[in-house]
């Protein structure tokens, strides 16, 4: 048995997928047909959302980036956005630690993860940059593999 946990480094790095993305969209906007969904462990340390919200859903809620969103600010750990709940604009904040899954259906890209990162807050230093020695030369992950037909 291999001592390398491949799910748990592949979610990883889709986490810094979603990063990626969600930083493109902070500084460039949110092109057609592009929405994003997602479901977030609102149960997980780092996850700050208004209580009466966490009251309704205290261990995991879907949120959707399309219409009507603003401040998103994406860190290495996270990402801030306001959203609107009842037509009542509420910032939040989701580790990337947190996500159990990504979609963009106008792009048919979905990502889902094995769960929470155990142990983590939202300041995971999975998504730091790697180090300046680390060998990443020939590494190429395919993501065709994630996409639905």
Same mark, same amino acid.
């Given at each position: 048995?291999?001592? +390398?946990?491949?799910?748990?480094?592949?979610?990883?790095? $889709?986490?810094?997928?979603?990063?990626?993305?969600?930083?493109?969209?902070? *500084?460039?906007?949110?092109? *057609? !047909?592009?929405?994003?969904?997602?479901? +977030?462990?609102?149960? @997980? !340390?780092?996850?700050? +959302?208004?209580?009466?919200?966490?009251?309704? @859903? !205290?261990?995991?809620?879907?949120?959707?980036?399309? @219409?009507?969103?603003?401040? $998103?600010?994406?860190?290495?750990?996270? #990402?801030?956005?306001?959203?609107?709940?009842?037509?009542?604009?509420?910032? +939040?904040?989701? !580790? #990337?630690?947190?996500?159990?899954?990504?979609?963009?259906?106008?792009?048919?890209?979905?990502?889902?993860?094995?769960?929470?990162?155990?142990?983590?807050?939202?300041?995971?230093?999975?998504?730091? *940059?790697?180090?300046?020695?680390?060998?990443?030369?020939?590494?190429?992950?395919?993501? *065709?593999?994630?996409?639905?037909?």
């Amino acid at each position: 048995m291999s001592g +390398i946990n491949y799910p748990d480094i592949m979610a990883q790095v $889709l986490r810094g997928v979603v990063a990626a993305v969600l930083k493109y969209v902070a *500084e460039k906007g949110l092109p *057609e !047909p592009n929405y994003f969904v997602m479901d +977030i462990c609102t149960d @997980h !340390p780092g996850v700050e +959302i208004p209580d009466w919200l966490r009251k309704q @859903h !205290p261990q995991e809620m879907r949120i959707i980036l399309q @219409h009507w969103f603003e401040d $998103l600010n994406v860190g290495a750990a996270g #990402f801030f956005v306001t959203l609107s709940f009842n037509n009542s604009p509420q910032p +939040i904040y989701v !580790p #990337f630690a947190a996500l159990k899954s990504f979609s963009d259906p106008g792009a048919g890209v979905t990502f889902s993860f094995p769960g929470p990162v155990p142990g983590e807050s939202g300041d995971s230093p999975a998504l730091d *940059e790697p180090a300046a020695d680390a060998d990443t030369k020939g590494k190429v992950v395919s993501l *065709e593999n994630f996409r639905k037909g």
